[in-house]
């Protein structure tokens, strides 16, 4: 990443220098770094990688188009892998967008609509990307400025990402998308059509291009960063994912970097037909699973620390977190066991049963958050640093931090850990991310509605009162 010179801005300055060394960054990209070390290590070669058909080169798994329930299986162990070392807290491990690429590549035939030559840009993408394990941020939403369904954007110079030329060389691109996750530390930005208006042309359209490609810039929010002490941080001092606002000021995308424009209709198909969608849940259930666990073992070591067992309310607490738990493992359990073949021959876990999961979990995971600050209670805001443990304070914290079941040097360990994943700005950022990473709940238990099929349930009933059937 360092080869890189991204254009990346926070409050208001031009990032200088390696991102690599920037505090913002450094503690993400060590991590990735070591998730990409966990692929090649002998201990996990063969769980992780698999022969590259172009290469037969060890390629990341995650970039495995499954083909069986057995692919679906070795995926999940993979995935499982990565989560497991970050505890699920980086959303946007590369096996994220790799699945992505590699769902969308597996269906790239449906770009031969408008050209053949944009299916061909897709699969090589994500053949190179495969071969070379390319790390991707993505973007599909349009900036926040105006929400309301009839609303169309009529300023002269495009706020929106818009196509502002087409010429010999390629598309040009102006105009912002509002969020791309660890933008400026991956090789590649690949835009997703944004809106979902059957109408809206304009803005359908996809490619990828390299983060360091000219007249691409990336606005930062502000760092939840606050130190490097594993200590008093430690999931933001390892794990802080950073957010960016993409800008494109004239950007010229390439024809061979183009796999659809204009086309509202290639949008729709390519998200329908495509497995997009469960497979990519597939990841995103398992990483949350993953959390899951993590959460549930804290909320019990506060609860033993405290000493709080013997109280039914904590005991319903804790029982919230294992129910939400075990649904989701029956329903990643579920959809495997109900993975299909689609079109295209990729084995694909069922939708409805992922859809469920990742539903369920925007409103499960704040409550687990809420459960761990109501057990937690005042603790989580008298907890001493690193620092007054090497301080002349260190007899006072020693008798006054203890716990039931530990040292005050346990107890503050378990308690800032609580901190950070609940009140810290990194915690708070990692609900709102649980709650829209996947898009707005509203729109998905919208989704769920309209995908779920109920016809045979409303046949109970028609039979049951032997009423004329309705036509579905
Ligand atoms: C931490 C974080 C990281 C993210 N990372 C990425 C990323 O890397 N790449 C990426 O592409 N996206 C990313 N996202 C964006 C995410 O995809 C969006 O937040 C999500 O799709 C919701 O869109 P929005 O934020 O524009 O909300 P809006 O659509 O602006 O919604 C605002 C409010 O209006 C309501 N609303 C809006 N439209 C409707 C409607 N039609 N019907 C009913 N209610 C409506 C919503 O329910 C909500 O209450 C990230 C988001 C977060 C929070």
């Given at each position: 990443m360092d080869q890189l010179k991204p254009n990346v801005w926070m409050k208001g300055k031009q990032i200088q220098g390696k991102l690599s060394e920037h505090p913002a960054y450094k503690g993400a990209m060590l991590t990735k770094a070591s998730l990409y070390d966990t692929q090649v290590h002998p201990d996990f070669i063969e769980k992780m990688t698999y022969s590259s058909p172009r290469t037969n080169e060890r390629v990341g798994i995650s970039f495995l188009q499954p083909k069986s329930k057995e692919d679906l299986e070795a995926r999940r162990h993979m995935i499982n892998i990565w989560a497991t070392k970050t505890a699920g807290m980086?959303?946007?491990?590369?096996d994220y967008l790799n699945t992505v690429l590699m769902t969308l590549a597996a269906s790239a035939s449906i770009l031969d609509d408008q050209d053949e030559e944009f299916s061909k840009n897709l699969t090589n993408l994500y053949e190179t990307a495969r071969d070379h394990d390319l790390s991707f941020t993505h973007s599909f939403i349009n900036p926040q400025v105006d929400r309301s369904s009839d609303y169309t954007e009529l300023s002269t110079?495009?706020?929106?990402?818009?196509?502002?030329e087409k010429n010999s060389n390629g598309i040009v691109i102006k105009g912002a998308r509002l969020l791309a996750t660890q933008g400026g530390i991956t090789d590649e930005v690949l835009v997703l059509p944004s809106s979902s208006k059957v109408t809206d042309n304009e803005y359908a359209f996809s490619f990828s291009i390299p983060?360091?490609?000219?007249g691409l810039k990336f606005i930062c929010r502000e760092s939840y960063y606050q130190g490097s002490s594993f200590f008093n941080y430690p999931l933001s001092s390892r794990f802080h994912e950073m957010d960016t606002m993409i800008i494109f000021d004239n950007v010229l995308v390439p024809w061979d970097r183009v796999f659809f424009y204009h086309r509202q209709d290639i949008a729709h198909q390519l998200f329908l037909r495509s497995s997009f969608t469960p497979l990519t849940l597939h990841q995103v259930i398992i990483r949350q699973i993953t959390k899951t666990e993590f959460i549930l073992g804290l909320a019990q070591k506060m609860v033993t620390t405290l000493n709080l067992s013997e109280y039914q309310h904590i005991q319903g607490k804790i029982s919230e977190i294992i129910i939400g738990l075990e649904t989701m493992k029956a329903l990643l359990d579920q959809a495997e066991l109900h993975a299909n073949e689609d079109e295209w021959g990729t084995m694909v876990p069922n939708t409805n049963s992922l859809y469920i999961s990742v539903t369920m979990f925007s409103k499960l995971y704040p409550r687990m958050i809420e459960i761990l600050q109501l057990i937690g209670a005042g603790g989580l805001v008298a907890i001493p640093t690193e620092e007054d443990f090497h301080s002349p304070l260190v007899k006072d914290i020693e008798k006054y931090c203890q716990g039931a079941a530990c040292n005050a040097d346990t107890k503050t360990k378990i308690f800032r850990l609580a901190w950070d994943l609940t009140m810290s700005a990194f915690g708070t950022r990692q609900t709102q991310y649980e709650r829209y990473f996947f898009g707005d709940p509203v729109k998905l238990t919208s989704n769920l509605y309209n995908g779920y099929p109920r016809h045979e349930y409303m046949n109970l009933v028609e039979d049951f009162l032997e009423i004329n059937k309705e036509a579905h």
């Amino acid at each position: 990443m360092d080869q890189l010179k991204p254009n990346v801005w926070m409050k208001g300055k031009q990032i200088q220098g390696k991102l690599s060394e920037h505090p913002a960054y450094k503690g993400a990209m060590l991590t990735k770094a070591s998730l990409y070390d966990t692929q090649v290590h002998p201990d996990f070669i063969e769980k992780m990688t698999y022969s590259s058909p172009r290469t037969n080169e060890r390629v990341g798994i995650s970039f495995l188009q499954p083909k069986s329930k057995e692919d679906l299986e070795a995926r999940r162990h993979m995935i499982n892998i990565w989560a497991t070392k970050t505890a699920g807290m980086m959303g946007r491990t590369p096996d994220y967008l790799n699945t992505v690429l590699m769902t969308l590549a597996a269906s790239a035939s449906i770009l031969d609509d408008q050209d053949e030559e944009f299916s061909k840009n897709l699969t090589n993408l994500y053949e190179t990307a495969r071969d070379h394990d390319l790390s991707f941020t993505h973007s599909f939403i349009n900036p926040q400025v105006d929400r309301s369904s009839d609303y169309t954007e009529l300023s002269t110079q495009p706020i929106a990402t818009k196509i502002v030329e087409k010429n010999s060389n390629g598309i040009v691109i102006k105009g912002a998308r509002l969020l791309a996750t660890q933008g400026g530390i991956t090789d590649e930005v690949l835009v997703l059509p944004s809106s979902s208006k059957v109408t809206d042309n304009e803005y359908a359209f996809s490619f990828s291009i390299p983060t360091d490609t000219d007249g691409l810039k990336f606005i930062c929010r502000e760092s939840y960063y606050q130190g490097s002490s594993f200590f008093n941080y430690p999931l933001s001092s390892r794990f802080h994912e950073m957010d960016t606002m993409i800008i494109f000021d004239n950007v010229l995308v390439p024809w061979d970097r183009v796999f659809f424009y204009h086309r509202q209709d290639i949008a729709h198909q390519l998200f329908l037909r495509s497995s997009f969608t469960p497979l990519t849940l597939h990841q995103v259930i398992i990483r949350q699973i993953t959390k899951t666990e993590f959460i549930l073992g804290l909320a019990q070591k506060m609860v033993t620390t405290l000493n709080l067992s013997e109280y039914q309310h904590i005991q319903g607490k804790i029982s919230e977190i294992i129910i939400g738990l075990e649904t989701m493992k029956a329903l990643l359990d579920q959809a495997e066991l109900h993975a299909n073949e689609d079109e295209w021959g990729t084995m694909v876990p069922n939708t409805n049963s992922l859809y469920i999961s990742v539903t369920m979990f925007s409103k499960l995971y704040p409550r687990m958050i809420e459960i761990l600050q109501l057990i937690g209670a005042g603790g989580l805001v008298a907890i001493p640093t690193e620092e007054d443990f090497h301080s002349p304070l260190v007899k006072d914290i020693e008798k006054y931090c203890q716990g039931a079941a530990c040292n005050a040097d346990t107890k503050t360990k378990i308690f800032r850990l609580a901190w950070d994943l609940t009140m810290s700005a990194f915690g708070t950022r990692q609900t709102q991310y649980e709650r829209y990473f996947f898009g707005d709940p509203v729109k998905l238990t919208s989704n769920l509605y309209n995908g779920y099929p109920r016809h045979e349930y409303m046949n109970l009933v028609e039979d049951f009162l032997e009423i004329n059937k309705e036509a579905h």
